[in-house]
């Protein structure tokens, strides 16, 4: 059975700091990482990564992916209250004539002020 | 633009009820998506449509959940008859081609309480 799991599942840090989220997977056939940020209820889009040991970044946010070892990390830098948030992962598989999407848990990141 | 829009945002009914779930998605958007979502979980695919047809549904647990996208725009969910089990939120997606994950637009969802 496919698997995306993240840790931590939750995460408390000061504003300021630097924080590592992870996420691996056990997927067949694997296309895509994606990474999204959950507020309230409709997670947005971050980053989509197909090949390893390239970062992708976006001002604080970047995140890189290991298809050797089957996992991601999603860093953010300098951390502000405005990231609090879910980051979800999420692996794209293809198979049975349609792409898939898996889900992992999420990471629940609170910034304390 | 306008983004994917929901309705309703909350919905609660007692068990045994049927229950619907309107989205209506970003304009130009052929492709559409239902999530179910339950608390401290990511979201779970239920169907996916290209246009007016169900591309995937595997996932659509059929006994109880329906599902239609007539003229290929709106989209309704449909639970009938409602279980506790089925109190989650629901999103819905949309993107402007298929398979392009990375650029599908989530709705703000409709939270479902069944008691």
């Known amino acids: 059975e496919d698997k995306v799991v993240q840790s931590p599942l939750s995460l408390v840090v000061h504003e300021g700091d630097t924080v590592t989220l992870n996420c691996s997977y056990e997927?067949?056939?694997?296309?895509?990482l994606l990474w999204y940020k959950q507020e309230k209820k409709a997670p947005t889009f971050l980053f989509m990564l197909t090949s390893s040991g390239i970062e992708k970044k976006s001002g604080r946010l970047s995140s890189i992916l290991d298809k050797k070892e089957l996992f991601s990390i999603l860093n953010i830098t300098a951390t502000q209250t405005g990231d609090s948030a879910i980051y979800l992962c999420a692996v794209m598989y293809s198979g049975g004539g349609a792409d898939g999407l898996t889900f992992g848990k999420g990471t629940h990141l609170i910034i304390q002020p | 633009e306008a983004g994917v829009v929901q309705s309703p945002r909350y919905k609660i009914i007692e068990k045994k009820q049927p229950v619907a779930f309107w989205c209506n998605p970003i304009?130009?958007?052929?492709?559409l998506y239902w999530y179910l979502q339950n608390l401290g979980q990511g979201p779970e695919l239920l169907i996916r449509y290209e246009n007016e047809e169900a591309v995937d549904d595997s996932q659509l647990p059929k006994d109880r959940f329906s599902a239609e996208r007539l003229k290929g725009v709106d989209s309704t969910l449909k639970i009938q008859p409602a279980e506790l089990g089925d109190s989650a939120v629901y999103l819905c997606a949309s993107a402007a081609r298929a398979g392009t994950y990375n650029e599908q637009f989530f709705g703000p969802g409709t939270r479902l309480t069944v008691l």
């Open positions: 304009s130009g958007h052929n492709t």
């Open positions: 997927v067949t056939n694997f296309r895509s």
